[in-house]
Each structure stands twice: as C-alpha cells, then as structure tokens.
C-alpha cells in the first residue's frame, strides 16, 4: 500500500506519503484532555468538552489544517520549511508513525533532521510537542524556529455562522513571568462554562505573538506565514477581538553533529492561576521525558491485558492493538471527530455498548461509564438519548434531533449483565442509584424497568413504539405521529429480556423469570405473526400502518438488522432461518460485507431522512459497519464460522480489498469505519467515512474474543466456545478473567468451525466446557481439542 504500513509488530502505524486521500489521524487523550492528530500535525483539541472547552482550531471540512506546526527559518540561506510537511508542503524524507498515545512525524530538510512528538500525559490537560533538531553536516547552522497553532480558546459552538462576533469575545495575553500565553474567550449571554488556554515551552523564547493575522500577514495563510518567510515574529504580547494564535520564536544555532531538543505544551484547564501552574510543571525536560515514560507504561499494560494470536495477521493486529486501542478512545471520547465540529457530550447507547466492550479490558473506566449510565436514566424506565458532562441531557440542549428515540434504555441490560459475568459481583445490583429525574432504585431494578417501559410503550401491532427513531436514526419519520412500530425494536427487546431473565434465574429471583418470560413468548409471537414479509422479516411499520422494508416497496427493502437481529434475539423460526440468510447472504452482499438495505433514491416523508441521503451512504445503502459486526456474532450463534470471519475479514479497514484499493477507501486503514459507500453510488463506492467514532468497534472486540475465539464470560465462570474458520488449524487468546489469567490454546486438526470435544486446564480435563474462577490471581493454561 502506496501511503504506509503497519510496523513488523502491529503496534504503530507508519505513513510515508504525507498525502493520503484524507486526513489520517490518531487519537491522543486522557480522561481530561483530548487531541486529535493527523498525520501532518493537523487537527484540534479540547479539555472536558469540545464545544465549549476548544483549544485548536481546525477545518475539519475541506482541508487538514491548521495544525500544530513547528516552521524553521535558516538565518544563512533565507530557506524556511515546516517539520511535519504542512503547511509549507517542502518537508523530505517524511515519516509519521502512528503509535499507540502517541504520534511521530520525522523529516529530513535542507540538510536538518528533525522529529516532532505528539503525546498527552497520563493525568494533565496538556499536549505535548517534544521537538528534536539535528545537524548532521559539517557546518552550523543558525536557525529560527517558530512553534504555532491557532486558538479558540473556548465555545467554539457559534462559530459556524458567527466567527466575526465570537472573535470579538476572544482574548490573549503572555505571562512574562510564566513565559506563558493565555488564551481565553469571555463570558457573554449563553455561554455556560468558563475554560483557560494556555501555551508555553521549556525554553524562554526570544519573541512571541499571539494574533494570528499578525503572524501570518496580510491576506496570508498558514502556508505562506510572513513571519516564517521573514524570519521575525512580531513581538504582540496581547490583543483582544482578534483572532487568537499562539507563535513562539527561537533562536537555535547548531553547530556540526550536534542535536537541541524542547518541547512545546498546549493545554487547557478551569482558570488562569490553574493554567500558569501546570504550566511550570512542563517547563522541565525531565518532566516530558518522565511523562512519556509513563504514558507508555501505562499503554503497553492496557493493550496486553487481552492478546490473540491467529494464522491471521491482520485478525491479530485489529484484535490486540487498534481496535482495542480505538475501543479505549471512544469509550472515553465519544462526543466529537475530526468528521463534524463536535457538539460535545457522549450518546446514551453508544455508551452502553462501549462499556460492554471494555469490561474486559479496562474495568474501572467501564465501570464508571456504567453508573453513569444508570443515573441518567429516568425513574419511568426511559433513558436520555445522550448528555454532556457541561450541559446536562441533550434534550435540555435543544438540539434538534436528538430526543425521542425509542432503543437508549434497551441497551443498559446489556452492559450491566455483562458487568455481573464479568466480575461476578452480584452485590452491584443491589446498589442504589439516583434516577435522573428523582428518585433511586437498585441497579437490578433500573433495568427491569428499562424493558418493561420499552415493553408496554407499543402500538396497535403490540410492537414497541418507534418514535422519533429506533437504532436506526435516520428512520426519524416513521413514527413521528406516535403510532409508527419497529420490528427491530421488538426483537433487542426480547434479547434484553432474556438476558435479564438469565439474571433472574441465577439470582433465583423467579417473579422476575416469569415476567421477562411473558414478555419474550408475547413479543416473539406478535414478530413472527406481524413482521414476517414471506421472504424476510420487516423493519417496522410507519405512522399509516405502511410496511417498511417490505417486498412490496419500491425502495428500502431487505433491511439487514432485522434479519440478524432475529438470530440475536432467538426470535426467528428454524423454518424461516434459511429465508433470512438468504437475504443476509445473497441480497444484501457486496465486496465489503452486506449493505443495511436496498437503497432509496427519492426522498419518502414517511419513512425521513434515510431516503434523502445519497444513495449508498449512511443509513442509506450503505455496508453500516455497526449492523455488519452484529451479523458476525449472528453467524456465531448459529456456528457459521467460516461466514463469521469472512464478513470480520471484510469488515476490517485494513482487509484485503481496501488495502489494495486505498485511493477508493480513502480513510485510515488502522481503525474501524462507521460505513463503506455502498454499490448504489456509481462514483463514490468502496469509500470509507466517519472513522473513529462507531459502535462497530466494541462489537468487533466482543465478536473476536467472546464469540470467535469463544473466551465468553458467564455467570459461574468463562465458557470456551469457539466458533472459527475452519482452515484456521490453531489459534490461542490470553485473557485475564477475576484476576486470574487464562492462556487458551485452540487446536483444530479436523478443520471444524465448532465443537469442542476435550478441555484440559493446567494439565487436567475438565467436564464440559465452563472454567470455574480460580481466584488465585495465576495463570492457568488451558488447552482445548475441537473436533
């Protein structure tokens, strides 16, 4: 692949055409502070939240820029560059490599070597730009260099369509004394949240400036800053109403083989005297070098908690480095992407499915995430549909389009069952926790409620209630009159229920059982009674009584979650199977896994914006990575092996097809997508969008290593239930599970895709296939025969 590769290892990224189709980025974060990074320092970042805590500007429409960029002025030749290719695009010898927490963009320019590090420390809201010059000639070399980047300093969530009268509320001064820029914008009507901007080195600079215009020069961009060209920053110390940059000037002279190395610290926290004093705290090199140490201690024990190893490379590194690495990302940055501006905030189900995933990963940190969840559900069983740590529920943003949709509850079972057989602690269910909207109650009961709500809020058909929309948020017309049903609703209900009546059952809480048991026969019954179209099941009805994703419609049809859904659910009949594999399999196929659903190509105001998308895109068409990965654990139940790891293998950004056809795909090949352009765009199919930010990525982890390689925690214990290819002869999982740790060896000489006929563990057989905790905190080896 022309623009890069993985690392012999898999655990970097490395690009070497600064070039690619779009901008290729990297996340960096911790659990205040969040840059996003490109592979040309490009890109933005915030503290808490990234639509009224902003630090960088960026266009994330139309180009990659700007960024954080480091120009030189050579003093002698007049020669000027910048480190990281953009903006001034003369940068030679160009490398970037994509790490995990960290990104590093080297380069080799008019005789100087010079590497910028990316990296944000383990506890601070900081970023940290640690820049090594080198002179390998035989002359020294007098150069200016001139960190820069461009401030927002605050709610970026105007600027849109009022930049002129937000920069107005912008103001920067420097801190002689702290050798400090600080950036902020000032309080003004409907701003609810105050944050503090600061850039700062560890180096005195000679000169700084903090307007931008005055920086770049008139009518000049960031590629032809006249500052750089003229090799003098203007010494403008303070301003307001302007736009805000932060640029340092440093005088560097090196002379033959010798190498400087400084760093340069962007970040943001609640106030000034709070922003001053971190900023003393990174003015050391001791302290970025102790930082980054850290950071990647603290990296290297997250990703090795859970490791695999397939005859498949590429399966192996999306297993054990970007998809997990992307799962962390998302679980902790859910609210924006260098795809849209970044309204802020996390979505109630996204949440919920993050946290299932990184249960067995980083528990802690999904555990949080999980009361969290919990509190912001209301006491009627209903959820919110997201909400900012800033703001409060989206809903009491007034943002359109973000309330009434009918699934968020559904998906908070899920997680905390999945928490239980995890951990084994039953005794979280009985803690009480706050209802958004008052009141308490027991986890237990929080989602008990969470089904009953969805259960009993239905239609004419006895189907739950569509609403404003159900997963599926582009169906946003369907029940808009408050009669609309979803079918796939009903089915993620009858999952839930069972998989709070399995709960149930190992609580012996048997009132329960037979509830959630009248509500899966009524609901399974009311499906296939309702919903089944002759061929395949239907997506819902709308507020008419029209059948959506029916034979009988013009467009729309043959939608894919209801298909697999059914097969999560158990709601689909051994009779009907073939029909909805059929539509899986065959209808809906493409070279990128199957599509979500015949397209539409003229808008419908029945069904909503679905049919106004372009036709192959979003909702519309297109291979929804999200719905894909639920196929694969669909295939998983039904022991379909060798279906499960071809649509896993397609799904992968980095499979076959889309690593030899990158000028079509475009995006990152290292993490997952949230669609690929389906067939019905005659120019843009094949084409990845919205990378990131996608539910895909906690259902690949958990389709990987729960349902492939079948390391699946239970109740009383972790089940071994492979489900694999059948040309995989061999393949292994480690996995700690309550402390202990278990090394899983699969051996498959009869080339199977399931069936596991002996288990040893640590030399002995086991009957059956479930491994009781040990507790011992030890590793256990386990050995396991399919056959």
């Given amino acids: 692949m022309k623009y890069g590769a993985f690392s012999k290892d898999g655990k970097e990224f490395i690009i070497r055409n600064p070039n690619p189709p779009r901008a290729w980025v990297n996340y960096l974060f911790n659990n205040k502070y969040h840059a996003i990074v490109s592979q040309t320092g490009g890109g933005f970042s915030y503290y808490l939240d990234p639509k009224y805590n902003r630090v960088l500007r960026y266009d994330y429409v139309n180009s990659d820029r700007p960024g954080r960029y480091v120009y030189v002025h050579d003093v002698d ?18 490398t970037c490599t994509h790490g995990i927490g960290y990104t ?15 990296f944000v420390p383990l506890n601070d809201p900081v970023e940290i730009w640690q820049v090594t010059l080198k002179n390998p000639g035989r002359k020294t070399r007098r150069l200016r260099v001139f960190p820069y980047a461009e401030f927002v300093g605050g709610d970026v969530s105007m600027e849109q369509t009022l930049r002129m009268i937000t920069t107005l509320y912008n103001t920067a001064r420097y801190n002689s004394s702290a050798k400090t820029l600080l950036f902020s914008k000032k309080m003004y009507s409907g701003r609810i949240a105050m944050s503090q901007s ?87 090199m001791s302290t970025i070098k102790k930082e980054y140490s850290a950071m990647l201690k603290y990296w290297d024990t997250q990703i090795n908690r859970i490791m695999v190893d397939t005859p498949d490379k590429k399966f192996n590194t999306m297993v054990n480095y970007w998809g997990k690495y992307q799962l962390f990302a998302i679980t902790q940055w859910r609210g924006t992407s260098h795809y849209h501006g970044g309204d802020g905030g996390q979505g109630y189900r996204d949440t919920a499915q993050d946290v299932e995933g990184l249960l067995s990963t980083n528990l802690p940190i999904a555990k949080e995430k999980l009361e969290k969840l919990l509190y912001f559900q209301y006491n009627t069983g209903h959820a919110v549909s997201g909400w900012s740590d800033i703001e409060g529920p989206w809903e009491n943003t007034g943002a359109g389009g973000v309330g009434g949709k009918s699934d968020v509850a559904v998906w908070l079972p899920f997680a905390v069952v999945s928490y239980v057989k995890e951990t084994g602690d039953k005794a979280f269910l009985k803690k009480k926790i706050p209802y958004h909207n008052g009141g308490s109650d027991t986890v237990y009961n929080h989602i008990i409620k969470a089904v009953t709500y ?28 408050g009669k609309g049903e979803s079918v796939w609703l009903a089915m993620a209900v009858v999952r839930a229920a069972k998989t709070i009546r399995e709960l149930s059952d190992y609580l012996k809480d048997s009132k329960t059982a037979r509830a959630m048991k009248r509500i899966i026969d009524d609901l399974t019954g009311r499906i296939n009674k309702t919903a089944w179209d002759g061929k395949w099941y239907l997506a819902a009805f709308s507020d008419n009584g029209t059948k959506v994703g029916s034979a009988k419609n013009k467009e729309g049809k043959h939608p894919l979650n209801s298909q697999t859904w059914a097969i999560l659910s158990g709601t689909v009949t051994d009779k009907r199977l073939p029909d909805c594999l059929n539509v899986i399999d065959k209808k809906l196929a493409t070279a990128w896994g199957p599509m979500l659903c015949d397209a539409y190509t003229k808008y419908n105001p029945n069904i909503g914006r ?16 999200h719905a ?20 896993f293998s397609k799904l992968l950004p980095c499979s076959d097809w889309k690593w030899d056809n990158i ?17 019905s765009s005659k120019l843009h199919a094949g084409e990845g969008s919205f990378t990131w930010n996608t539910g895909t990525t906690p259902w690949m982890w958990i389709a990987a290593t729960e349902f492939m390689l079948g390391a699946r925690r239970e109740f009383d214990g972790l089940r071994i239930d492979p489900c694999i290819p059948d040309h995989w002869k061999k393949a292994r999982i480690k996995r700690t599970f309550r402390n202990d740790i278990y090394d899983i060896s699969i051996r498959n000489p009869k080339g ?12 002995k057989r086991i009957s059956g296939t479930l491994i009781k905790p040990f507790g011992d905190k030890k590793t256990h080896i386990v050995e396991v025969l399919m056959g």
């Fill in 77 to 94: 030749t007049r020669s000027y560059w910048s480190l990281t290719y953009q903006p001034i695009q003369k940068t030679s010898g160009y």
């Fill in 104 to 118: 590093t963009i080297a380069s080799k320019t008019a005789g100087i070597e010079s590497e910028v590090k990316y």
């Fill in 198 to 284: 600061f850039m700062t080195a560890t180096q005195s600079p000679k000169k700084i400036c903090c307007v931008k215009d005055i920086f770049l020069g008139r009518y000049n961009d960031c590629q032809k800053p006249q500052s750089v060209i003229h090799g003098e920053c203007p010494n403008v110390t303070a301003s307001d109403g302007d736009e805000m940059a932060g640029a340092f000037q440093f005088d560097i002279t090196l002379p033959a083989g010798a190498t400087k190395t400084f760093a340069v610290v962007v970040g943001c926290t609640d106030n000034a005297a709070q922003a001053l004093k971190i900023a003393k705290k990174f003015q050391s």
């Fill in 454 to 481: 969805i259960y009993k809020k239905s239609g004419k058909r006895g189907l739950p209630l569509i609403g404003h929309a159900d997963w599926n948020d582009a169906y946003d017309s369907i029940g808009a009159k």
């Fill in 610 to 625: 679905v049919s106004s998308f372009a036709p192959g895109t979003k909702e519309n068409g297109s291979v929804f990575s």
């Fill in 628 to 647: 894909v990965a639920f196929k694969v654990v669909a295939d998983c139940l039904i022991k379909r092996g060798n279906k499960a790891y071809e649509s």
């Fill in 663 to 679: 000028e079509k795909f475009k995006v990152e090949p290292y993490v997952y997508s949230e669609f690929v352009v389906g067939p």
């Fill in 752 to 763: 199977k895709q399931s069936g596991v006929v002996e288990i040893k563990v640590d030399g």
